[in-house]
């Protein structure tokens, strides 16, 4: 079937937009995507028609409202291959996500174990760790780059395992780079040693097909407001005997069996992690981003971008200064560059006169970018609405400010 991008596009009326008199490129997905109308038509349909908390309810439309979410749980379930529903824990976010495995399972560890992480990771997948090893005297190894400065050291990440390691945590795909780390390698590496591993699969899930159970993922994490869906809203996967042993995240509503002031018991997962009343609402709605984008499907979708990242990559490198960070084959839809020794900002801020929206700064992962000797970089991402056009405009636009920047 051919790709009809103008349909599509067609569902995202936040593509309408002008600033400065020049119609919006959109080139800012990896920070957080546009919402098709399907998604915000469900957000309405939901405060409308079924606004009532969810569980514990015996009224009709608190069933409504229940099953409304659990009709999303099963679909996630289905949609990256978990092996139930209690492995489908909804959170705010990857950064909840990576901070509940943290938190809890981190419970285990002691002074003198050791967590493996990657130069590559995005903050949130570092700090929560930090947290943990000044509770617990806990010492982080990261894995570098190789002298590519694209791709991940699998010899130096196979020499960190010891007797001590006791986690490894990394990203699928990394923010800055759009490198798609060879996360089953890795996790089967570290599984040798007998060492769970934790994704971050927020990059990853917007453009790729994830099944955790293939991976043999012990935790993955991600967000719907990345994948087209309702921000506020994460998912993090977690093996049902891991997550069983695991103490909860948080206390209060829904996440209790039983309570007393002498002591309190656990509701059966998923619910032990998943305390007050959570947000149903957006929880309903993304299932209608994953409707949607399973409509067009992730084949296409890669197609597409891939097809778009080839072209503006080529484009760019035809213009004086230009420097691109990240060029690991098969990389992902994301573009860090900086044109000559101009800042960041300063080339952000032209290209938003322009109409051009992309993300300038460290992009939380300011380890990586200390590792490429930059403060920051531009980032210019893709996603499945991007035409050929605006991508036309945006080599436009970078060949306009370049001279004035050099």
Same mark, same amino acid.
């Given at each position: 079937?051919?790709?009809n ?11 309408d937009r002008?600033?400065?008199?020049h ?21 309405d349909r939901?405060?409308y ?13 608190s ?10 749980r ?6 990256i ?21 943290a938190a809890?399972?981190?419970q285990r560890?002691?002074a &003198?174990?050791e967590? +493996?992480? /990657? =130069?590559?990771?995005?903050? $949130? ?19 570098p ?5 694209s ?18 945590s ?21 599984h ?8 971050d699969?927020?990059?990853?899930v917007?453009h ?9 993922a ?10 087209y ?16 042993s ?5 206390? &209060?509503g829904?996440? +209790?069996? /039983? =309570?007393?002031?002498?002591? $309190? ?7 032990k992690f998943?305390?007050g009343t ?9 299932k ?11 084949e296409?979708i ?6 778009l ?5 080529g ?9 691109i ?24 801020m ?19 970018m ?12 893709i996603?499945?609405?991007n035409?050929?056009e ?12 370049a001279?004035?920047l050099?």
């Open positions: 079937m051919e790709y991008v103008e349909k599509i596009r067609a569902d995202f009326p936040g593509l002008e600033f400065y008199g119609p919006m490129v959109y080139l800012d997905n990896t920070a957080t995507s546009q919402t098709p109308r399907v998604v915000v038509d469900e957000i939901m405060y028609n079924h606004k009532a908390n969810v569980h514990r309810g015996v009224s009709s439309i069933q409504e409202a229940t099953d409304c979410q659990e009709e999303t099963r679909r996630v379930k289905e949609w291959g978990a092996g139930s529903i209690e492995e489908v824990i909804f959170t705010r976010g990857t950064t909840e996500s990576i901070n509940l495995v809890s399972f981190g560890f002691k &003198g174990d967590v +493996i992480l /990657t =130069v590559m990771e995005h903050h $949130s997948n570092i700090v929560p760790w930090q947290l943990l090893a000044m509770r617990t005297g806990i010492t982080l190894r990261v894995v780059l190789n002298a590519d400065r791709t991940l050291d699998l010899d130096a990440y196979r020499s960190l395992f010891n007797d001590r390691t006791v986690m490894a990394f990203c699928h795909v990394s923010n800055v780079l759009g490198t798609v780390n060879p996360v089953a390698e890795m996790i089967a590496i570290a040798t040693h007998g060492v769970p591993v934790l994704v699969g927020a990059q990853a917007p790729m097909r994830v099944d955790v159970g293939a991976l043999d012990d935790f993955y994490a991600f967000s719907s407001h990345k994948v869906g309702p921000t506020g809203i994460g998912v993090l996967y977690g093996k049902r005997a891991l997550l069983e695991m103490p909860p995240y948080q206390g &209060g829904e996440m +209790i069996g /039983t =309570v007393s002031f002498e002591g $309190s018991t656990w509701a059966d997962l998923p619910f998943e305390a959570p947000d149903f609402v957006g929880i309903s709605a993304f209608k981003a994953i409707d949607y984008v399973d409509s067009i499907g992730y296409s890669e197609r597409h971008e891939n097809e990242l080839a072209y503006t990559t484009e760019m490198m035809k213009i004086e200064g230009m420097r960070f990240g060029t690991a084959p098969g990389k992902s839809a994301v573009i860090s560059f900086l044109i000559g020794d101009a800042h960041h900002y300063d080339i952000g032209l290209l938003d006169k322009l109409g051009i929206e992309v993300r300038t700064g460290h992009h939380c992962a300011e380890p990586l200390h590792a490429l000797g930059i403060e920051g970089t531009v980032r210019a991402s996603g499945m609405y035409t050929r605006e991508i036309d405009r945006f080599i436009a636009a970078l060949k306009r400010i001279p004035m050099l």
